[in-house]
């Protein structure tokens, strides 16, 4: 049932109108002041608000700023005092409508019919929403697994926030997937979604492109130029790769987080921005932080909200969902009706896939090409080293050379470390694949740090 707070210090008025809600269906609530519909939407927010213009403690327009967000109650302003002056600063504020004292009450209907409107409608979508995770789908992300759930929870949290997200997960895993859903269900969904890759910009050009530079500013800068903040000014800008970013830039990049507030490359003036940050690493970011690859202090302020992709490998029951998914693409693409056979299902499934996502979506298209009609093992042999599980090949078919001679100690600090590499820095992970605790992992590391990590 839509709900509805009624804000007038007219008793009577206020009874008539909550009578007249009532039978529209709505739930009705009442105040007769500013103080005390503060005090209502401190508790709950209703769905629409009729709060009159003028109160016993201050103006009704200060109910808009008050409620502000994705989640803001409808706003209908009432006022016996019309003007037109009135009317415009009221929707200038943020008012969804306006009317005036006597009340017309056919128009209040429509008003009170339109948000009851939207409200099913909102139940509706958030219904299909919730079947579409139920069915391994949100947005342009694909999985059904329990910890695939987990990050679709947490990336509806945090949307509708301007919160700082950090994306952390193993190279394929889909981390600019995320960021894009992050902006695509946030208030900043009609302004631009910029991606720069701060490991395939050149260091020497990278200052540049992020904050544009000044006509003249170097040989070469012919013209003015906007860089990535400013192209993504309203809306978000996704740092992938941001440990690849230049320490001395990244000193830049934490006070425009900190004042809002940037200057292009040979400019002297100071440029205001409104952009939300999101960050993406391939890197365990505290260990980032100890190969002086991330500063400390900017880790801090993107880490505001952490998500954290897992690979593949760890939720083998999606493997089905994205096969499929990447050969329906590919039918509609090529205007074929190909198939995968239960024994290439069975196939991809018993692999590890070290690649992630971005390495299966490849096997499957060129299997694809090499099928006629249904796509089985010997597709798939021919399109991808499908080799063991992870058991027997935890770093991805790596090999460590041992030289005769070596110690002990020697060897078993170079597979640590390989071992570590491998896994992407986590610690977690190295420690169960060498069969040892996370404290021994910890208290060798300890005892390796100055020495230089291990050729294999």
């Known amino acids: ?25 709505f739930a009705v609530e009442t105040a007769g002041s500013l103080a005390a519909a503060r005090a209502v939407l401190a508790i709950r927010a209703p769905d629409v608000v009729l709060v009159d213009l003028t109160l016993p403690d201050g103006n009704g327009l200060e109910l808009l700023s008050a409620s502000e967000g994705p989640e803001a109650p409808e706003m209908v302003v009432i006022s016996g005092h019309a003007t037109l002056a009135n009317a415009i600063e009221a929707l200038r504020q943020g008012a969804s ?21 939207r409200c099913d409608l909102a139940e509706e979508i958030e219904g299909l929403r919730a079947e579409l995770r139920g069915l391994g789908r949100f947005g342009a992300l694909i999985g059904g697994s329990p910890v695939m759930q987990q990050v679709y929870e947490q990336i509806q949290r945090v949307a509708p926030s301007n919160a700082t997200v950090l994306i952390q997960g193993e190279s394929g895993t889909g ?13 900043r969904r009609k302004r631009p979604f910029v991606v720069i890759n701060c490991g395939a910009v050149a260091p020497n050009l990278i200052e540049s492109e992020l904050f544009g530079h000044e006509r003249g500013s170097f040989t070469g800068a012919e013209r003015l130029h906007r ?67 991330l500063r400390a202090d900017l880790l801090y302020r993107l880490r505001v909200f952490p998500i954290v992709l897992p690979p593949l490998r760890e939720r083998t029951g999606d493997i089905d969902l994205l096969a499929e998914a990447c050969l329906a693409e ?7 009706r190909k198939r995968l056979s239960g ?18 979506r490849n096997a499957v298209h060129r299997a694809f090409i090499l099928a006629d009609d249904e796509i089985g093992p010997r597709q798939l042999s021919d399109s991808t080293p499908l080799g063991p599980p992870p058991e027997s090949a935890a770093s991805g078919g790596e090999v460590m050379q041992v030289e005769i001679g070596s110690s002990i100690a020697d060897v078993e600090r170079r597979l640590i470390l390989a071992t570590l590499a ?23 590391l300890n005892s390796y740090k100055g020495v230089s990590a291990p050729a294999v």
């Open 175 to 187: 981390k600019e997937l995320v960021a894009e859903s992050v902006h695509r269900l946030s208030r």
């Open 330 to 336: 590919l039918n509609k693409e090529e205007g074929t």
């Open 422 to 444: 491998a896994c992407a820095g986590n610690k977690d992970r190295a420690a169960k694949i060498l069969g040892i605790s996370l404290k021994t992992l910890y208290n060798r």
């Open 97 to 117: 409508d306006y009317l005036t004292k006597p009340i017309d009450l056919p128009r209040l209907r429509a008003i009170l019919g339109n948000v009851a409107r």
């Open 343 to 360: 024994a290439a299902l069975e196939r991809l499934r018993s692999y590890h896939w070290p690649g992630n996502v971005r390495e299966l």
């Open 227 to 293: 860089g990535y903040i400013e192209r993504a000014a309203g809306g978000t800008l996704f740092l992938d790769e941001i440990t690849e970013m230049p320490l001395e830039l990244q000193a830049k990049l934490l006070r425009v987080l900190e004042t809002g507030r940037f200057s292009r490359v040979g400019g002297e003036e100071d440029l205001p921005v409104d952009v939300r940050f999101i960050a993406a690493t391939n890197r365990d970011p505290q260990q980032a932080v100890g190969d002086q690859k």
């Open 1 to 25: 049932m839509p709900s509805a707070l009624i804000v007038d210090d007219d008793p009577d008025l206020q009874a008539a109108m909550a009578e007249l809600v009532l039978r529209e269906g």
